[in-house]
């Protein structure tokens, strides 16, 4: 019976017009790197997206993974309001998906909702939002490119991540242990991280603090997708960190 439907279906002149009209539509892929953060752990005056890596400020490396996936549609970059830092530097190198933008607030949460309210004529409820720390320069295409493959099947949204290696222990004040947390099923959070963007938009707006995008989706009783990735995507947080960072780099490009 449905095989009599369907061929009915095909031999009605306006099928092919419909089918063309009901192509499903493909959310598009925004990429948010929240760089309003002062970086004091690193005891530098400089902000650290604007320490240098192998000869270009910190930042660009991720930007030019993120700018170069076909898959990204734009990548825009949030700011300080008072950076005075960024116009001091060329990143016409990285064409015309970048787009810097000047609302960065007080927390990280902050300066990603800055940017995602900033977009918002832009961006449809469903496209997806990728944020990713300006602080982790390592990020390869293959990171992205995976997350994207896993999570856009997902409903919730996901996040790149990395099972917990080492035995963790609890301290007290003065830091002495008070017990094992065992190790098993917990991950260690990296970015990007990957949710749509009335959802994460929703999520942050309810959940001011928070660390990390997937913390306020969960806040709001929803479950994100692990996606495995590996130690190479590390954050720059302390000055070993930058020397990491750079002999990943040299050796990835070797
Ligand atoms: O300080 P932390 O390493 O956790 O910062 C993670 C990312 O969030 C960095 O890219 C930093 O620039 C950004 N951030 C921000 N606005 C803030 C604080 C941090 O965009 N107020």
Redesign the pocket.
């Known amino acids: 019976m449905r095989m009599q439907g369907r061929r009915a279906v095909t031999r009605h002149p306006g099928f092919q017009a419909n089918i063309r009209r009901m192509q499903p539509f493909r959310p598009k892929h925004y990429a948010i ?7 004091s ?1 690193m005891r530098s005056e400089r ?3 604007y320490l240098s890596l192998l000869g270009r400020p910190l930042i660009h490396h991720a930007l030019s993974v993120l700018c170069g996936l076909p898959e990204i549609d734009k990548v825009f970059v ?1 700011l ?1 309001v008072d950076d005075a830092e960024w116009r001091q530097h060329d990143w016409s190198g990285l064409g015309d998906k970048l787009v810097p933008l000047f609302c ?5 949460a ?3 909702l800055g940017g995602l309210r900033a977009i918002s004529d832009r961006a449809e409820q469903s496209d997806w939002i990728l944020v990713h ?3 982790r320069p390592c990020i390869a295409p293959w990171h992205v490119e995976k997350l994207i493959r896993e999570v856009s099947h997902e409903e919730v949204g996901g996040l790149l991540a990395v099972p917990v290696a080492d035995t963790l222990k609890q301290s007290d004040e003065r830091d002495h242990v008070i017990r094992t947390v065992p190790r098993q099923s917990l991950w260690q959070a990296q970015t990007p991280q990957m949710f749509r963007y009335v959802m994460l938009r929703r999520a942050l707006e309810q959940a001011r603090e928070v ?1 990390d995008e997937a913390s306020a989706i969960e806040a709001a009783g929803l479950h994100p997708k692990l996606v495995q990735s590996d130690a190479t995507n590390l ?1 720059v ?1 302390y000055p070993l960190d930058l020397h990491l960072a750079e002999w990943i780099l040299r050796n990835r490009e070797a």
């Open positions: 790197v929240p760089a309003a953060g002062a970086g752990r902000p650290k997206q949030v300080s960065g607030g007080a927390t990280r902050d300066s990603v720390d300006a602080a660390t954050k947080t």
